[in-house]
């Protein structure tokens, strides 16, 4: 299998100052899954326990012109890899690159575009060849190249249970609410967190938000009434889950 593309600034940027901070927020480890016509960053859709598994999950799906300029995988799986990475070690290799790329070009000179390939290499101290995710960044005085570790890519099996588990994370209700201002709910998640460890959220059709926290001693909530709905009104009576909170 084989992957190399040449990011897009624009496509690079969202990467470095939005997904991957909100992505790191919440697990330390995704999934990079490439396909023909999109690259996404998907976090516990494999949990221990299938797609069905403790803790929230993240999709981030990206076509591919958005993060790419140049942007070649294939496989005999047709033509997809997913590998998983460590967030923080990825997010800080996309840094250094955009430091590098940062440096003012000669006169004349476009400044080279950030490349990222697969390789197996073998390390010093190591018997056998590993996998990584290689970034190779040129500026106005200095060349960096940074192999960050993945895991072996997934099998064509697991390639399938990963596809299956995106598919079963999109398929979002008919009627969604837009949420109030995000630091205010940010603000009460973090009030609520000092109570108890599950948050229970439940939207109404009539674009209602319950946020409640409940212990044997104590039932401590708040609504947000009639928010603003997206979708189609009436198609969903009522949505719930339950979400730990302590970190």
């Not at 690259?39 to 403790?54: E, F, K, V």
């Not at 948050?199 to 409940?214: F, I, K, N, P, R």
Request: aromatic letters at 6%; one cysteine or more; a positive charge.
């Amino acid at each position: 299998m084989k992957f190399k593309a040449s990011f897009t600034d624009d496509g690079i940027s969202l990467l470095d100052k939005r997904f991957l901070p909100a992505i790191d927020k919440v697990g330390r480890v995704c999934h990079v899954y490439l396909t023909p016509t999109h690259a996404m960053l998907l976090h516990n859709l494999l949990g221990s326990t299938g797609p069905d598994g403790d803790g929230p999950q993240c999709v981030a799906q990206f076509a591919k012109d958005l993060l790419f300029r140049e942007y070649n995988v294939s496989s005999r799986d047709g033509n997809r890899v997913a590998f998983s990475v460590d967030v923080a070690l990825l997010h800080r290799a996309i840094r250094s690159a955009l430091a590098v790329h940062a440096q003012s070009p000669a006169a004349g000179d476009a400044p080279a575009a950030i490349q990222v390939k697969l390789v197996n290499k073998q390390t010093p101290g190591s018997r056998s060849a590993a996998p990584f995710l290689t970034f190779e960044t040129k500026g106005a005085r200095s060349a960096v190249v940074q192999d960050v570790p993945i895991s072996k890519p997934l099998s064509r099996s697991d390639v399938a249970r990963l596809q299956d588990a995106l598919d079963a994370a999109q398929e979002l209700p008919e009627t969604l609410v837009q949420v109030p201002d995000l630091q205010q709910l940010q603000n009460l998640v973090d009030r609520l967190k000092n109570i108890g460890d599950l948050l229970s959220v439940t939207v109404t059709q009539y674009g209602d938000l319950h946020l409640q926290v409940s212990t044997s001693l104590v039932t401590l909530g708040s609504e947000f009434k009639r928010l603003r709905i997206l979708g189609a009104r009436g198609k969903l009576w009522l949505l719930g889950a339950v979400i730990s909170i302590q970190h």
